[in-house]
């Protein structure tokens, strides 16, 4: 079946240390985003890709790094720069051209202990 | 600035009733789109319906319609018939610009509908 993949569903980690979510997408998608969402809070970007070896940041980047060096993959390290890294991460991907709707993976609940 | 706005936290409704969910926006891009999309409890972001600001009808999918006043820069979420299945978080998003551009979206803080048998 086609559709976006993260994995781990739950992860914990001491506090300093880095870890890596990963969002893994089989629709062929050229796009692909990192969002974070917080209790009570809405969804933030942290970081959008739209094409292979290119990304930007959003409004949130900062602790955070990321890689697009295959139009499949687009994983989210969250660094010990973070200063509250628990919080539930969804990855989305778009496909180009005149689709307007982002396909959001089941995400990623991270806490740092 | 660009904002969503969703002045809701939670709403009930009855089974079987419709319920509408607020949402305004502010954008100084003529050309934008608003999405409305599905949170239940698992996590996973459902999306629901979208409405271009060039569209001239309502966007409807299946129960789903939305109410677009582009005066008030207001676009509502009403569910018709409720179902317990509906049960969940709501969020309304913009994004601004064409379907071509960096497609970022802009979400609202969601309002909690619980349905009531």
């Known amino acids: 079946d086609g559709g976006i993949t993260q994995s781990p569903k739950y992860l914990f980690r001491k506090e300093g240390q880095n870890v890596t979510l990963s969002c893994e997408q089989n629709l062929n998608h050229d796009a692909m985003y990192w969002y974070r969402q917080d209790p009570g809070q809405g969804l933030r970007l942290i970081y959008y890709?739209?094409?292979?070896?290119?990304?930007q940041k959003g409004d949130i980047a900062e602790g955070y790094s990321v890689s697009r060096e295959k139009k499949e993959s687009f994983p989210l390290t969250v660094t010990s720069a973070q200063k509250n890294p628990t919080a539930f991460y969804l990855c989305a991907s778009k496909p180009s051209g005149i689709y307007n709707e982002q396909f959001f993976g089941p995400g990623t609940r991270l806490t740092v202990l | 600035a660009q904002k969503i706005t969703q002045t809701q936290p939670g709403m009930f409704v009855q089974e079987k009733e419709a319920v509408t969910l607020d949402c305004t926006y502010d954008t100084s891009d003529p050309s934008y789109g608003l999405f409305w999309y599905k949170q239940p409890s698992s996590g996973e972001m459902i999306f629901l319906i979208y409405q271009g600001s060039y569209d001239q009808q309502n966007a409807t999918e299946g129960r789903y319609s939305l109410n677009f006043q582009k005066a008030r820069k207001s676009a509502n979420l009403v569910i018709s018939a409720s179902q317990l299945g509906d049960s969940a978080m709501y969020f309304c998003?913009?994004?601004?610009?064409?379907?071509?551009?960096?497609?970022?979206?802009?979400f609202g803080t969601g309002t909690l509908l619980a349905v009531q048998p």
């Open positions: 890709s739209q094409i292979v070896n290119d990304f």
């Open positions: 998003a913009m994004r601004e610009g064409g379907g071509g551009a960096t497609n970022k979206l802009i």
